[in-house]
């Protein structure tokens, strides 16, 4: 089981940038794809970006396609989000989460269900 810990979430004006991170521990999650979701009041929760085990190939979501953008350091079991240019419609809690399957090349694009070990979120806030 591998535990997850978002942080660097906050409040941003529209236009701004912030920069998340997950921290993993427990199964090596350096063997498993990583993804980030992000779910807003009243609307299902929404796979943003993913990136492979060993960062080889990348998934965004066309929302978010030129300003966000995912990293991994194997070394460190952390898992980055740089999202710039946010937009009011940005906002959301963000989750990071572990693939279900070992050391998969490509990315899962089937959403929550290809993933599990879900962290507890960071609040992103754009204002307008």
């Known amino acids: 089981q591998v535990q997850l810990v978002e942080s660097g979430g906050g409040l941003v004006q529209a236009g701004g940038s912030l920069r998340l991170s997950c921290a993993a521990s427990g199964r090596t999650a350096s063997n498993y794809a990583m993804g980030w979701f992000r779910q807003a009041p009243g609307k299902e929760r929404e796979f943003v970006a993913g990136?492979?085990?060993?960062?080889?190939?990348?998934y965004y979501t066309d929302s978010v396609k030129g300003r966000f953008t995912i990293s991994r350091d194997n070394s460190k079991n952390m898992v980055y989000l740089e999202m710039n240019s946010l937009k009011p419609e940005d906002s959301a809690v963000y989750f990071c989460a572990v693939d279900r399957l070992f050391r998969r090349t490509v990315v899962p694009t089937q959403g929550a269900v290809s993933f599990n070990s879900w962290g507890q979120g960071t609040q992103v806030t754009v204002s307008s």
């Open positions: 990136i492979t085990w060993n960062g080889g190939s990348t």
